[in-house]
Nanobody
Framework: QVQLVESGGGLVQPGGSLRLSCAAS????????IGWHRQAPGKEREWVAR???????NYDDSVRGRFTISRDDAKKMVFLQMNSLKPEDTAVYYC?????????WGQGTQVTVSS
């Protein structure tokens, strides 16, 4: 079955960096777009970034220029490099994939940006 497992979250100071990873299994990653959402305390889940099967990327305005999404189809991994982190980036980050009309989610990884 489809599984997405995130890792790499943690506590970082404002201005710092983190790299999130998403390990995909149960489907052929090469064929699909995959991306990240996040959910801050008391807020709705919001879309962050996406990378298509050909490598084209899209970002929310709030993270463009600071975050970079990439993929390694051979290793079935997707990454989110987050630089210049701000306190408002604090959230649980979820990897997602849309396959056959269904949306699959990972369990999430907590990112906390605080001094």
């Amino acid at each position: 079955q489809v599984q997405l497992v995130e890792s790499g979250g943690g506590l970082v100071q404002p201005g710092g960096s983190l790299r999130l990873s998403c390990a995909a299994s149960g489907f052929t990653l090469d064929y699909y777009a995959i991306g990240w959402h996040r959910q801050a305390p008391g807020k709705e889940r919001e879309w962050v970034a996406r990378i298509r099967s050909g490598g084209a990327t899209n970002y929310d305005d709030s993270v463009r220029g600071r975050f970079t999404i990439s993929r390694d189809d051979a290793k079935k991994m997707v990454f989110l490099q987050m630089n210049s982190l701000k306190p408002e980036d604090t959230a649980v980050y979820y990897c997602y994939a849309v396959i056959g009309g269904n949306t699959y989610w990972g369990q999430g990884t907590q990112v906390t940006v605080s001094s």
